[in-house]
C-alpha cells in the first residue's frame, strides 16, 4: 500500500467510526451569551488559593534563591 492508499483507508474507516453530526449549524450565537456570562460571574478568591498564595510569598521570603530559578524555568 502507498501512503495514499493507507491515508484513504483511514479516512473511510473514520468517517464510517463515527456517525454525523446531526446538526452543523448552531442555531444561535454563543458569543452574546459569554459576554453575559462574564459579566454575571466575579472573579472570587477562596481560602484556598489564599493560602496558596500567602504559601508562595513565604518560600520566596524564605529561600529567596529560588526567584531566579523560577525565572529561568518560565
Not at 513565604?58 to 530559578?69: G, H, K, S
Request: no cysteine.
Amino acid at each position: 500500500m502507498s501512503g495514499d492508499d493507507e491515508l484513504d483507508f483511514i479516512r473511510k474507516q473514520v468517517k464510517a467510526g463515527l456517525p454525523p453530526w446531526p446538526e452543523p449549524d448552531l442555531k444561535t450565537d454563543l458569543w452574546p451569551r459569554m459576554l453575559r456570562r462574564l459579566e454575571d460571574a466575579p472573579v472570587r478568591f477562596g481560602w484556598f488559593e489564599g493560602l496558596l498564595a500567602a504559601a508562595i510569598v513565604v518560600v520566596f521570603a524564605a529561600f529567596p534563591e529560588l526567584i531566579p530559578v523560577l525565572f529561568y524555568h518560565l
